[in-house]
């Protein structure tokens, strides 16, 4: 009878005291937390100093060489760490990975060498899912994008950018990528 009651007791205790919400899904954080993937978080001098958080094997070699040199127990000088508290001048690689290669801005670049087409600013990539009205994914990858310069890109050096057959692609190219919807189904029974 003693275990039972005071099972009764633990049970109601856990009822009485559990959270106010209990949610779903999570974790839910009160502010945004933002990890970059090429760069320690700023700002640099306390990384340079020895604060270096999680060194990731995505960080530019820069910022691995310091981490291996405090995890070696080899810290840097002050000359050092004041050099590295610059930030260095984007490189080629450094530059693409920042987002200067934009897919979508290469087409465009490579579609505004036919005339007379409408301009084109931006181009949904989202399709909706079949039933769903808060649901979507990405439809059109940046390789769609990259895939469609190259071509246009062989299309103009083979027929020139006057070719009726050209212009036909890009514009059915411009309807994939303004409509980018699945066609309705078709159902027998409806």
Not at 27 to 39: A, D, G, I, N, S
Not at 137 to 154: M, P
Not at 164 to 172: D, E, F, K, N, S
């Amino acid at each position: 009878k003693r275990k039972v009651f005071a099972l009764g007791i633990l049970a109601a205790a856990a009822l009485a005291v559990s959270p106010e919400r209990l949610t779903g899904c999570g974790p839910f954080f009160e502010t945004t937390l933002f990890t970059l993937k090429y760069h320690p978080t700023f700002p640099l001098d306390q990384y340079a100093a020895g604060r270096l958080g999680v060194v990731k094997p995505t960080l530019y070699r820069e910022f691995l060489f310091v981490g291996y040199r405090y995890l070696s127990a080899k810290p840097m000088t002050e000359e050092e760490r004041a050099s590295l508290s610059q930030p260095s001048p984007p490189g080629p690689a450094q530059a693409e990975a920042a987002g200067s290669h934009d897919p979508f801005r290469v087409w465009l670049d490579a579609r505004a060498r036919i005339a007379g087409l409408p301009a084109v600013t931006q181009v949904s990539v989202f399709r909706k899912l079949p039933g769903s009205d808060w649901q979507s994914y990405v439809n059109c990858n940046d390789d769609a994008f990259q895939n469609a310069a190259k071509t246009l890109e062989r299309r103009l050096q083979t027929f020139g950018a006057e070719h009726p057959g050209v212009r036909a692609w890009v514009q059915a190219q411009d309807t994939a990528r303004r409509f980018p919807r699945l066609p309705k189904p078709v159902c027998p029974r409806c």
